[in-house]
């Protein structure tokens, strides 16, 4: 069965699922969001005996049907090798009554490489298809991890070239070496002057820019995005959802058919709508838990039926949650609109203009699947000490707010369903909140003498992707203006 992509605000007709992903955004400023959602049917017989890879085909066909078997198979090896740690790729540790599903073992240690290393192979396989004659130059602005991961995954990947800009003076030292030290010739890393806003306000002028455009269409470039509302983003994080249910099923954990809930860390909301749609296509979930930090606008409008952005900023010990717009919130609100395009943007233009919306009662019922609540920072390191106490197990302070949020869970309702807690950072990501969370007299110690500590005391051994960056050249130095971006993107690709 063919599955189209239309926008949520309506406008247009639907697109194949190959333009949805070289597109990234719809015209009309809505997400895709596929036609139907189709089931799984597969056996769970037969996705309980299957690699990471072989349920990657099997979920993402049943969503991207215009790639044909042998293109998404390319992409899913070129994606899925020795980049990750584990010949798993995705784990499940147990501990403390729950499933950790650890989604860091790609190269850049955080969960965005499950969809970032595959996000590249995808979009050069569409160009193909749509003919598109260009290079496409992926432009990202970024606080910290979007951007490395979008660096590791486009690295040298023909066709392509990839510019991230990123506050000189606002990403922590680890994050900027990272990203400063990235290999691949078609790989450019711009700090700026100003703060995260400034860059992402010139991105997005760019992307707009018609004169631009054009002359880059002249030189056999063109933009496109890697940031996560892109289609080609979502769809291969239903995969691991999938793949977590049918190892539980395999490990004897579960019986065949039996309930799970799955929590999740949030920001962007994107994750966890990837579990949404898991459910969707017949995965046994019961409860979707989505756990906030201190910037707590979902859990308020789980609780309230109002989504209302008018406040402060907060920056928390988990900074890839601190975020006061979740753009993915857009395709959850489409469904429960409906499916009314029309209700759907006018909701989006009172966030814009007003700040806030209100759903109706009617639309609150399509929430039942989701249960909301968040952590603060006290509750969080909390939640990182007692894992570790109890079953010697570490977790990032992300992981964290998702652990602290499923107690509360528990013990607001009694459920004892088997549970799965999407672990998306590794611990030697955040280091020193991970250290100062389960242990003292370390203050003097700067991020890698953190991680070895974090070592000696855990016997977790330290990731490549931290033993690299201790020694690892720098590579890029740029660091430019934000209002002189496009022409540092012009100079990059030699236009004059
Ligand atoms: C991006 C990120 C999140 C939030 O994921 P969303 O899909 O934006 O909700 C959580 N934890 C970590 C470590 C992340 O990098």
Same mark, same amino acid.
């Given at each position: 069965m063919q599955v189209l992509y239309q926008s949520t605000r309506g406008k247009g007709e639907p697109v194949t699922a190959s333009q949805a992903i070289l597109k990234g955004l719809s015209d009309d400023g809505g997400l895709f969001v596929?036609?139907? +959602?189709?089931?799984?049917?597969?056996?769970?017989?037969?996705?309980?005996?299957?690699?990471?890879?072989?349920? &990657?085909?099997?979920?993402?066909?049943?969503?991207?049907? /215009?790639?044909?078997?042998?293109?998404l198979k390319n992409c899913i090896d070129k994606a899925y090798d020795d980049k990750f740690d584990t010949k798993e790729i995705a784990p499940l540790?147990?501990?403390d009554g729950a499933y950790f599903l650890e989604l860091y073992h790609g190269a850049t240690i955080a969960f965005k490489d499950m969809a970032l290393s595959i996000l590249p192979h995808l979009m050069t396989t569409a160009a193909k298809k749509n003919h598109a004659k260009n290079d496409i130059v992926i432009l990202t602005a970024t606080s910290g991890d979007t951007g490395k991961a979008a660096l590791a995954g486009f690295a040298d990947v023909p066709g392509t070239k990839i510019i991230v800009f990123y506050p000189k003076h606002g990403v922590s030292p680890i994050q900027e070496k990272q990203m400063v030290t990235q290999k691949g010739d078609n790989t450019f890393v711009v700090g700026i002057t100003g703060n995260f806003d400034d860059a992402q306000t010139a991105v997005k002028k760019?992307? #707009?820019?018609?004169?631009? @455009? &054009?002359?880059? /269409?002249? @030189?056999?470039?063109?933009?496109?995005?890697? #940031?996560?509302?892109n289609i080609g983003r979502l769809v291969p994080q239903i995969v691991y959802y999938v793949y977590a249910y049918a190892s539980l099923v395999r490990q004897g954990k579960i019986s065949d058919g039996q309930e799970i809930n799955v929590v999740v860390p949030t920001g962007n909301f994107g994750n966890i709508l990837a579990a949404f749609y898991a459910k969707q296509m017949g995965l046994p979930v019961h409860k979707l838990i989505c756990a906030s930090n201190e910037n707590k606008v979902l859990y308020d409008f789980f609780s309230t039926g109002t989504y209302d952005r008018k406040r402060d900023f907060i920056l928390t010990t988990s900074?890839?949650? /601190?975020i006061l717009i979740s753009s993915n919130l857009e395709r959850l609100i489409y469904r429960i609109t409906g499916? #009314? &395009?029309?209700?759907c943007a006018a909701l989006m233009q009172a966030l814009s203009e007003g700040g806030e919306y209100t759903i109706t009662e009617e639309m609150k019922a399509g929430l039942s699947d989701f249960y909301g609540n968040f952590c603060d920072e006290k509750e969080t390191a909390e939640a990182i000490?007692?894992?570790f106490e109890k079953s010697h197990y570490v977790i990032d302070t992300h992981t964290a707010v998702a652990a602290g949020v499923y107690k509360k869970y528990v013990k607001e309702t009694g459920d004892i369903t088997p549970t799965v807690i999407a672990s998306t950072a590794s611990p030697y990501k955040f280091t020193r909140s991970v250290m100062d969370a +389960?242990?003292?007299?370390?203050? #003097?110690?700067d991020d890698f003498g953190l991680a070895d500590a974090l070592c000696s005391l855990s016997g977790v051994p330290v990731p490549k992707a931290v033993e690299e960056i201790r020694t690892a050249p720098v590579l890029h130095d740029r660091v430019v203006d934000a209002e002189d971006m496009p022409d540092t993107v012009k100079e990059i690709l030699g236009i004059r």
């Open positions: 596929p036609t139907s +959602i189709p089931k799984l049917d597969v056996p769970m017989e037969k996705l309980s005996q299957m690699t990471y890879q072989e349920t &990657a085909y099997e979920v993402m066909s049943r969503l991207l049907t /215009d790639f044909t078997e042998e293109e540790h147990e501990a760019m992307f #707009n820019d018609k004169a631009l @455009a &054009a002359e880059l /269409d002249q @030189a056999g470039f063109q933009f496109s995005s890697a #940031n996560s509302i900074p890839s949650m /601190d499916e #009314n &395009a029309e209700k000490h007692e894992i +389960i242990s003292q007299g370390h203050e #003097n110690l």
